[in-house]
């Protein structure tokens, strides 16, 4: 026991010095290539592996022969090891190279392309997250072209809404200002109407921009969703009468929901009053709500004729005005309870006041027309 421990200390006393050197190369070589840091960790266990089997043999005061069989099998094995660390090092760089040249189509057109070359498990690892983060990438580019695009579409439509109006505006007044006007009361009339069609506009672009901005301050409380669907109804009947459409209220549960219900109303008379503009006369616009699980779904269904299945994607989009089908003209100033300015912002803020209650807005197609529905969370029983 005595001498395999004299042993232990003279092996640990010669690789010790190895040992300290190699710490100190692999402090000076952290900045450079990893093949060049593998093959000094390969280079330091020879070393220390060298020197420790040194030292036990001049312990042990081996003959010359075998001290000569020790050095040969110590330098045959030094060359292997070397010429390992050496090929494992050209692997790794090659690997981190064909990697690095990958890197760079991140975020590209043509998305990641991952490399040829064979690759350990941490680089194949780091390619997988890079190519998760180049679809995330071009999603967000995707979103953010798509943002763009309609915030360019809603500046149009904007400032050929606002060029009609103050267009008629200026006409109407330099009228009555030359006093050629006939009925002066009627151009007075109309140029209120006018006035309170810029005034809606202007309010629904505020009310946007708050939603966008994270703004939206909401007060909530526990309100039955019959309570909710029938304020809705009584705000939009005027309108619906003036067009000849019917209203119906179809299997309205009374299931509670936890909602701010001046936004909620507002929602619905958006959803309505969109409804009965886009359906005919002598049309039906069917209000309904059940449960789904741990949800209260709400629905509007019009007798528009449907939306183009390209447009489904895009109907809540900020400033989407869809097919003439779904934009009918309107009388100058027409404004229902509830409604939209008539810019494409309507169904922009249903969407940014339900997704402010954690819900979800959507819309499909149904036989003769289509069906708007907003998703609520219920309220706890």
């Given at each position: 026991?005595?001498?395999?421990?004299?042993i232990?200390?003279?092996?640990?006393?010669?690789?010790?010095?190895?040992?300290?050197l190699g710490?100190?190369?692999?402090?000076?070589?952290?900045?450079?290539?990893?093949?060049?840091?593998?093959?000094?960790?390969?280079?330091?266990?020879?070393?220390?592996?060298t020197?420790?089997?040194?030292?036990?043999?001049?312990?042990?005061?081996?003959?010359?022969?075998?001290l000569?069989?020790?050095?040969?099998?110590?330098?045959?094995?030094?060359?292997?090891?070397?010429?390992?660390?050496?090929?494992?090092?050209?692997?790794?760089?090659?690997?981190?190279?064909?990697?690095t040249?990958?890197a760079?189509?991140?975020?590209?057109?043509?998305?990641?392309?991952?490399?040829?070359?064979?690759?350990?498990?941490?680089?194949?690892?780091?390619?997988q997250?890079?190519?998760?983060t180049?679809?995330?990438?071009?999603?967000?580019?995707?979103?953010?072209q798509?943002?763009?695009?309609?915030?360019?579409e809603?500046?149009?439509?904007?400032?050929?809404?606002?060029?009609?109006?103050?267009?008629?505006?200026?006409?109407?007044?330099?009228?009555?200002?030359?006093?050629?006007?006939?009925?002066?009361?009627?151009?007075?009339?109309?140029?209120?109407?006018?006035?309170?069609?810029?005034?809606?506009?202007?309010?629904?672009?505020?009310?946007?921009?708050?939603?966008?901005?994270?703004?939206?301050?909401?007060?909530l409380?526990?309100?039955?969703?019959?309570?909710l669907?029938?304020?809705?109804?009584a705000?939009a009947?005027p309108?619906?009468?003036?067009?000849?459409?019917?209203?119906?209220?179809?299997?309205?549960?009374?299931e509670?929901?936890?909602?701010?219900?001046?936004?909620?109303?507002?929602?619905?008379?958006n959803?309505?009053?969109?409804?009965?503009?886009?359906?005919?006369?002598?049309?039906?616009?069917?209000?309904?709500?059940?449960?789904?699980?741990?949800?209260?779904?709400?629905?509007?269904?019009?007798?528009?004729?449907?939306?183009?299945?390209q447009?489904?994607?895009?109907?809540?989009?900020?400033?989407w005005?869809?097919?003439?089908?779904?934009?009918?003209?309107?009388?100058?100033?027409?404004?229902?309870?509830?409604?939209?300015?008539?810019?494409?912002?309507?169904?922009?803020?249903?969407?940014?006041?339900?997704?402010?209650?954690?819900?979800r807005?959507?819309?499909?197609?149904?036989?003769?027309?289509?069906?708007?529905e907003?998703?609520?969370?219920?309220?706890?029983g």
């Open positions: 026991m005595k001498d395999l421990l004299l232990a200390l003279f092996a640990g006393l010669g690789a010790a010095g190895a040992g300290l710490w100190v190369a692999v402090r000076l070589l952290r900045r450079r290539s990893m093949a060049l840091s593998l093959f000094c960790v390969a280079v330091v266990t020879v070393l220390a592996v020197s420790g089997t040194f030292a036990v043999a001049q312990a042990m005061f081996l003959s010359g022969h075998d000569g069989v020790v050095i040969t099998v110590l330098g045959m094995a030094s060359v292997v090891s070397l010429l390992t660390a050496a090929l494992l090092g050209r692997q790794v760089v090659a690997g981190s190279r064909a990697l040249e990958a760079r189509t991140v975020g590209s057109d043509t998305g990641f392309t991952a490399p040829a070359h064979p690759l350990g498990l941490e680089l194949a690892q780091l390619s997250e890079l190519a998760a180049s679809v995330r990438l071009a999603e967000s580019r995707a979103r953010a798509a943002l763009d695009a309609s915030r360019r809603l500046i149009a439509w904007i400032s050929h809404d606002l060029r009609t109006p103050l267009a008629g505006l200026r006409a109407m007044a330099e009228a009555l200002e030359d006093g050629v006007a006939e009925h002066p009361e009627h151009y007075l009339k109309r140029i209120r109407a006018e006035v309170e069609r810029l005034t809606g506009m202007v309010d629904d672009l505020f009310e946007l921009s708050r939603i966008q901005a994270g703004a939206l301050s909401l007060s409380s526990r309100v039955s969703v019959y309570d669907v029938d304020d809705a109804l705000g009947h309108l619906a009468r003036q067009r000849g459409v019917r209203l119906e209220g179809r299997q309205v549960a009374a509670p929901v936890e909602v701010d219900s001046r936004e909620i109303t507002r929602v619905l008379g959803l309505l009053v969109n409804a009965i503009r886009s359906t005919p006369e002598d049309g039906v616009v069917a209000v309904s709500a059940r449960r789904e699980v741990d949800e209260v779904v709400l629905s509007v269904t019009d007798g528009c004729g449907g939306i183009p299945e447009d489904l994607s895009r109907v809540f989009e900020t400033g005005r869809g097919s003439a089908a779904r934009t009918p003209r309107r009388d100058p100033g027409e404004r229902g309870e509830g409604g939209d300015s008539g810019a494409g912002l309507g169904l922009a803020i249903v969407r940014g006041i339900v997704e402010a209650h954690a819900g807005a959507r819309v499909h197609n149904v036989t003769g027309g289509c069906c708007f907003i998703a609520l969370p219920a309220a706890p």
